[in-house]
């Protein structure tokens, strides 16, 4: 078990074809940061709007995506790519956004996004080799977080389901989850212990979620009949309510009907987006979250599409409204296409596959906003499933990052890196909360590389 919980030994050296896909995407996604049709940070796709209807000017928002994504950048996707050898959406997205909304003109946003692809793909392995060769290796220490992240991970829907469903049924989904865990540990070893025990959790979320729902709709239609019997009406033959020309002029359900028409203008261009980001996901060389990547450099790419797809019904309400509300889509959609990619054989049919995902996705947004609009209690799912992802996944990269302190400093690696990542802390969080230890573990590797040097530390014996 030991050997599959740790990260693969995957370098940074990528073929041709994959360096190719990965500057043409970038390119891709800064041009169309650059029109304003979708950003991958949920966090800007709010501003987008204003920007959009000419309320503030391309260097406001460029200063806003900047500050809300240089943390992840920098202390998230560049260490995670770096630990596991897979490129990850932090580190190719993100800065595309920038990029993107940074060009003054329409044909820089590609040329500027396309370098930085070409940066990533041909700067990372020297960058990856030089660390290796050093006395503290502090990349090989990162994939201590492999473990932490892959179990606890696993937590995050009992998590959702204790903070809206309470103690009783949350307690009953960390039972089913733990006998899972341990069931196909026992059965299949071979398997990523913590895929049936998500897949179980996520379904008694959304039970429970859509059981609260339609038992709200049976109790308020009860009410209503009750409510028209009282006031001398049939309930079930008389005249519909007319609509009233105050709900026909409703400002945000008017503002979603022209976000949805103006990304359906652009479908093309988001099918060439969708085909692009399912080839990249297809080649192997990338993956969609924490978890995911460590996955991926195991070559366990059942149980990334697994891990991935769970994670989609945390964000579908959250990218669809923001969508609908901003008319600014999200890079990798809805993240069906990361998934599918994993499992596809072929890029030809990824590429496919891809292109059709994103067609359907962008065509149906307006029926889920109507949809989640009935649904409340699904709807308030994907927001506890977000935050429990965030936590679970806070917990699991700082108990891992302090692993790997231990791992190439020993007490001290750990006074370092917990003491940088407190301070941190003191400070308000000059550095997003979920990055702030993988930086640690980068700035204390480079501190225990240079107290060497100045023979003022021994490296820790592996």
């Known amino acids: 078990m030991a050997g599959a919980l740790s990260a693969g030994e995957q370098g940074l050296d990528f073929s041709l074809a994959q360096k190719t896909t990965v500057i043409l995407l970038c390119a891709l996604t800064a041009l169309i940061s650059h029109l304003a049709l979708a950003v991958f940070n949920d966090g800007v796709r709010p501003f987008m709007l204003d920007f959009i209807q000419g309320r503030s000017n391309r260097s406001a928002t460029t200063a806003v995506s900047f500050g809300l994504s240089a943390g992840f950048i920098f202390g998230l996707g560049a260490p995670m790519a770096l630990s596991t050898g897979v490129l990850n959406p932090w580190l190719l997205f993100l800065p595309t956004d920038v990029l993107g909304l940074l060009a003054p003109k329409k044909w820089l946003a590609p040329l500027l996004g396309g370098a930085w692809g070409a940066l990533v793909v041909f700067g990372l392995n020297g960058a990856n080799d030089i660390a290796h060769d050093l006395p503290v290796d502090f990349l090989t220490a990162m994939q201590q977080m492999a473990t932490p992240i892959l179990f606890l991970f696993t937590l995050f829907p009992v998590l959702a389901i204790t903070r809206q469903f309470g103690k009783l049924r949350g307690g009953i989904a960390g039972v089913v989850e733990l006998a899972l865990v341990i069931l196909t540990m026992k059965l299949w070893p071979d398997v990523f212990p913590g895929a049936a025990a998500m897949a179980v959790g996520v379904v008694m979320l959304i039970g429970f979620a859509t059981a609260k729902d339609m038992r709200q709709r049976r109790a308020d239609r009860e009410e209503k009949a009750k409510a028209e019997v009282s006031e001398g009406k049939d309930a079930s033959t008389g005249p519909e309510r007319p609509v009233t020309e105050a709900e026909l002029e409703d400002p945000m359900l008017s503002l979603f009907s022209a976000s949805a028409t103006r ?200």
């Open 263 to 462: 990304l359906r203008k652009h479908l093309p261009l988001f099918m060439v987006l969708g085909a692009g980001v399912c080839l990249l996901a297809q080649m192997h060389v990338f993956g969609g979250g924490e978890a995911t990547s460590f996955l991926i450099a195991k070559e366990d790419y059942t149980g990334a599409a697994q891990v991935d797809f769970y994670r989609v019904f945390g964000f579908i309400p959250l990218i669809a409204t923001t969508a609908l509300a901003s008319g600014a889509y999200a890079i990798a959609g809805f993240t069906f296409v990361y998934p599918v990619g994993y499992l596809l054989p072929s890029p030809w049919l990824a590429l496919l596959a891809g292109a059709a995902i994103f067609a359907i996705e962008v065509l149906a947004l307006s029926w889920i906003g109507r949809m989640l609009g009935r649904l409340p209690s699904v709807r308030d799912s994907s927001e506890h499933l977000r935050n429990a992802i965030s936590e679970s996944l806070w917990l699991a990269i700082l108990f891992g990052s302090l692993l790997a302190a231990n791992t190439m400093g020993g007490g001290l690696g750990i006074l370092i890196v917990g003491g940088l990542y407190l301070l941190n802390e003191a400070m308000g969080r000059v550095v997003v909360r979920m990055a702030a230890a993988p930086a640690a573990v980068l700035v204390g590797g480079v501190l225990l590389n240079l107290l060497y040097w100045l023979d003022l530390f021994t490296p820790v014996k592996s």
